[in-house]
């Protein structure tokens, strides 16, 4: 079975306001996890990643948080843009491939 | 820099025919290749994955298959389709070896088993 797993199905967000994508795992062992862009039609793409001996990282309008004692990740858009509607997918290593959550469907509007 | 080609992008084919989706690395060598697939409004599934020519690992026993003839191609088969085979198909590679974990994919093949 899965071992990630998204608390929302789809999100709405007024353009400028910022965005946070939650995400739970199961796997306590889990040292590895990374965010993925998916636009409608294309395979996914890479966002940030974060290993378990962080909290906290930070890329360009992105952050990502892990909270490992309730095995929590969550993915923080600044400023939300049109572009940035998507699915969003979380994922944990597990051996030598990710495991994926079902995903998250954000919508920006104007 | 690393470029990875699936193809075809789409096809539509009858129960019970044959399939083989194609996937391609060019610019790194002895990647890990992997078969994902998205069926609709759902995630990613794995399928196989393989960490060398030869060596195929299965995540999900159906009626598909993989291949790895040489390092960087990456073939998923069947022989027969059922409808449940219908999804977004995307194959994926990255560094050999237990690496970071980062993949990155293809842009897909949407099969429609009719």
């Known amino acids: 079975g899965e071992s990630v797993g998204l608390h929302l199905p789809t999100l709405s967000v007024q353009e400028g306001d910022n965005s946070i994508i939650n995400c739970a795992y199961s796997n306590s062992a889990s040292d590895y996890f990374i965010w993925y862009k998916q636009e409608s039609g294309k395979g996914p793409q890479f966002i940030i990643d974060i290993r378990s001996n962080m909290d906290k990282r930070q890329g360009q309008r992105v952050t990502v948080l892990l909270n490992k004692t309730v095995k929590h990740l969550s993915l923080q858009i600044a400023a939300t843009q049109p572009g940035d509607s998507a699915v969003y997918f979380c994922?944990?290593?597990?051996?030598?491939?990710?495991?994926f959550g079902k995903g998250t469907s954000l919508l920006v509007t104007p | 820099s690393q470029t990875i080609h699936q193809w075809p992008a789409t096809l539509v084919q009858p129960v019970g025919s044959p399939l083989s989706l194609e996937c391609t690395v060019e610019g790194t060598s002895n990647p890990n290749l992997y078969w994902y697939r998205q069926a609709a409004g759902r995630g990613l599934q794995l399928l196989f994955y393989?960490?060398?020519?030869?060596?195929i690992s299965s995540e999900v026993p159906q009626n598909l298959s993989a291949s790895r003839p040489q390092d960087r191609q990456f073939i998923l088969s069947s022989k027969k389709l059922l409808l449940s085979d219908s999804g977004f198909y995307l194959c994926?590679?990255?560094?050999?070896?237990?690496?970071?974990?980062?993949?990155?994919f293809g842009e897909g093949s949407r099969l429609t088993v009719l």
């Open positions: 994926a590679w990255s560094s050999g070896g237990r690496s970071a974990g980062e993949l990155f």
């Open positions: 994922a944990d290593l597990s051996g030598y491939a990710l495991n």
């Open positions: 393989s960490v060398g020519i030869g060596q």
